[in-house]
């Protein structure tokens, strides 16, 4: 049985050939020839099986046979927001990994004790890009910029918001136990984060709507006590990831876990 083989590109369906280096990785590596069947996607929801019509040195064209809408196996929007560490091998494992878990958004925040304030956010996105071909998702994780921790934080979003530190002056909720807890949308409306109808009986309704989350990470030396205070101000809910100290890279995947985990109870 031939493998099959799956090449990003935005817009497949209004397009005839593959992008340059997608091209390139077909006619070089693969050495594919008219007539091969691969499969598209866009990375956003959508995968289309194709047949190859013609092969130049620098170009591959294709025709779509079949479009294949993909349901996402998880509710809501996941994003992640982190300080990239002062390594960049550790971030770029970690947006890897987390595009193969399962996530929606990743974010980069400047703060107080950041040990790197400049990155490459291109060079994660092609990351991104081959873990998410590596590992069939439909969706593209979106990529942002390095912004400032404040920036970040005074920009409205919708659904629940998280803050991870470990500062024990500051009373914190289980991150993994707050998102086990969402069991009706009375508790939700708890949160004061979500807008959802009233439903008129008493009896706990289970949750069906999508509830965006967004989870935030600090450098390896904590937000400052400050940023913390700064985003519960904003709508943030004070957290921890356990009783364990975790390294930058390893909390966020942590949270990316977590977040997957509660969203299949």
């Known amino acids: 049985m031939k493998e099959e083989r799956y090449f990003y590109v935005p817009e497949a369906d209004k397009l005839t050939e593959l992008p340059h280096d997608e091209a390139q990785h077909a006619i070089r590596v693969l050495r594919l020839k ?23 040195s620098k170009h591959c064209a294709y025709n779509i046979m079949e479009t294949m809408p993909q349901q996402c196996p998880w509710q ?74 404040r920036s970040f ?46 439903v008129p009986t008493p009896v706990p309704v289970p949750v069906n709507v999508p509830v965006n989350i967004t989870v935030l990470v600090g450098p390896e030396g904590d937000f400052s006590i400050d940023e913390v205070k700064l985003a519960m101000e904003h709508g943030y809910i004070s957290t921890s990831l356990g009783s364990q100290r975790l390294r930058t890279e390893t909390a966020a995947l942590s949270a990316v876990m977590i977040m997957q985990l509660a969203n299949k109870l």
């Open 153 to 198: 934080i005074e920009q409205p979003r919708e659904g629940l918001k998280f803050i991870c530190h470990c500062y024990d002056e500051i009373e914190r909720k289980d991150l993994f136990e707050t998102l086990k807890s969402l069991e009706s949308l009375e508790s939700l409306e708890s949160f004061g984060s979500l807008k959802t109808t009233k």
């Open 76 to 149: 809501g929007r996941l994003h992640i927001a982190m300080a990239p560490t002062k390594m960049m091998e550790r971030t770029e494992w970690m947006a890897e990994k987390a595009t193969e878990i399962g996530v929606d958004e990743f974010s980069f925040l400047e703060c107080q004790f950041s040990e790197r304030r400049n990155m490459r956010t291109d060079r994660i996105d092609k990351i991104v890009v081959a873990a998410t071909k590596q590992s069939r998702k439909a969706w593209k994780p979106v990529v942002n910029d390095l912004q400032s921790f």
């Open 34 to 56: 008219e007539g091969d069947t691969i499969y598209l996607m866009d990375g956003k929801g959508t995968f289309y099986k194709a047949e190859v019509t013609m092969v130049s």
